[in-house]
């Protein structure tokens, strides 16, 4: 039995725990917690980890452990952690990261090169897919090399095709990169996590190394837990390990299962699943070794379902499976909207008690973006900790504007929509819109102006200010518009339309860039990644060949929409909305999950553009259930939660959905068990949702 590989079971509060663990660790060995390293599968999770230790530690000062994020590894800070340790110099001499936008342009000069009849939207959309791929090879750790060799001669012809297109991988891109001198981010991860394991199986640390929470789905991940095993001080605690699967189940464990990755890890570490301990936890309630149960019958392989025509039969199963309904709620909503609402109110109910917390989590960031939108009714401020696209804040809105102002050639509707956005600072709006309703003007400032000036039955006050505002927009406007026509370089449309958006924030002095850029306008965490991103866009893209004002306009929109933009704390301290992986070890005393329909979660599986599933597996490269099996990881949490709601949406956008895979297992343990389920919850939330409007 392994006396350094522990679990904390789903449901349980992870960091709480952990924090807990640590404490007691360093008051038995008299080793203080500042000796220790502790690796955590994401940067939020060392936060939540951090103010873990606080809470146990009634808000006092303390110097914690040394917290790294595995999968975003930071090369001086793992440095110097290693230094510390080992008190003396670790040599790292990997080369720089390319970025990820020069990556795509020139993954998109090679497309175009193979291709010359493809547009530049879709050259750019093909490069970001074969990025994709090329990220996949480098976390699974295989040669691309092999590429050459994977379809053979009984494969349809557009596979052969493909392959063509795979040789850019295989054969150009190796070349770029030498001559960048430079590895893709990915790469370089993995390059990082293998050394550090290296590094530590040569030098193994005098002090204490915990890797917590992650699962060791990476290739890479999975052989620095490996080495971490077999560390003198190491030690590892899984997340949600169900030790009581039956060993027949265990044995068929498909990707889409959500003990897969632990099995893959396990059967690395050559540990039996069932020898792996709990950690002790005053949280191993009765109603948790329930749910357990519960999920362990809703995520049962197919192989072994056949057992469940026995859940009726017996009557301890039964009664355990009757008892884990308890705080288990799943309620289904007739649209999106009312979804929304019905969240909204319960994460609203939770703050009638004192320090109850609740939290949202869901794949679906439209769901999320209208929960904090109902919240606000009651003044309650909640950001979407799994971030926003740049695109889709509204200082990425009013760029995307002022470019489509250009391109609709001021066409009335563009026009108001950019000038009576918040930052557009220009005075006499309203009488503009007024002085424009009616019959559609000629394109072009000058079509505006004498479609107002023909007005005879409007009062001269108002057209007097109408005609003042558009030459102000004639003249702000005026570098852009001379890029109109004719094709131009990025760095042109580039400089002339930042040029417009620090003018029109603030027209009448020179401090428009200082407002767009530090943050004075929108929050500052926006503005900061939309000007290292700018920065980064004018630093790449100096040989991408002229383009037209749409072509640049829909390249911007591009990678805009690759920018996430993310809340370094959230707005309210009780509540908070997730994404899957942000919710990763965070706990709280209302835990919903959110959008529990096929294709939102778990996501669609899809198929591949570039390899079929015969390839894929040739290859190396993992199933696209592999995602589905991850998601099963995040929902079981969840379900184990003390309280626990699900919610879903009959309809989204008109469009009827099909209830998530294991939402309709559950209906079939429930009739296999006859369990009853109290909907008295669900039908008050749903009165209110209908009550609010």
Known sequence: MPNNIHNIPAGQPFAKILAQKLCDDARSTNQPLSQMLVLLPTRRACRVLQDAFLNINAHQAMILPRLFPIGDLDEEELSIALNAQNNFETPWTLPPPLSSTKRQLLLAQLVQQLKPAIPQDQALKLAQALGTLMDQIYTENL????????????????????????????????????????????????????????????????????????????????????VIASLPQGSIILPGLDHNIDPESWDTLGEAHPQYGFKSLLNALNVDYRDVPNLASTYNTTLNQNRHLLAREIMRPAQTSHHWQNLGHDKTTAAALNASLKDLTIIHCENGREEANAIAILMRETLNTDNQTACLITPDRTLAANVAATCKRWGIAIDDS????????????????????????????????????????????????????????????????????????????????????????????????????????????????????ETLIAPKNQQGSEILWSGASSD???????????????????SLAPLSIKEYSSLLLHFMQQVQIRPHHGTHPRLHILGQLEARLIDADLVILGGLNEGTWPPDAGNDPWMSRPMRQSFGLPSPERSIGLAAHDFTQGLCAPKTIITRSIRIDGTPTVPARWLQRFETVKQAAELKQSQTLSQKILHYAHALD
Request: aromatic fraction near 6%.
């Open 524 to 542: 500052s965490e926006t503005a900061q990644k939309a000007s290292l991103f700018f920065t980064d866009l004018f630093d790449q893209t100096p």
């Open 143 to 226: 040669d691309m090399t092999n590429l050459s060799a994977l379809v053979p001669e009984e494969f349809a012809d557009h596979w052969q095709i493909t392959l063509k297109f795979l040789e850019i991988l295989s054969v150009n891109w190796p070349k770029i990169l030498n001559e960048q001198n430079a590895i893709d981010q990915a790469d370089r991860r993995n390059r990082l996590i293998l050394a550090t394991a290296d590094f530590w199986e040569n030098h193994p640390p005098k002090t204490p190394i915990i890797a917590a929470g992650t699962t060791g789905s990476i290739p890479a991940t999975s052989r620095l837990l490996s």
């Open 386 to 501: 799994a971030g926003q696209k740049l695109s889709d804040t509204p200082l990425g809105i009013f760029i995307r504007l002022t470019a489509q102002a250009v391109i609709e050639e001021f066409s009335p509707i563009a026009l108001l929509a950019l000038l009576n956005h918040k930052f557009a600072e220009l005075p006499n709006i309203q009488s503009l819109d007024y002085a424009l309703r009616g019959t559609k003007p000629a394109r072009g400032i000058q079509g505006l102006r004498t479609h107002i000036t023909a007005k005879d039955k409007i009062d001269e006050h108002i057209k007097s200010q109408s005609l003042e505002t558009l030459d102000a927009v004639e003249s702000i406007f005026a570098h852009l518009t001379a890029l109109q026509n004719g094709r131009h370089t990025i760095h042109d449309f580039l400089t002339a339309h930042l040029q417009i958006c």
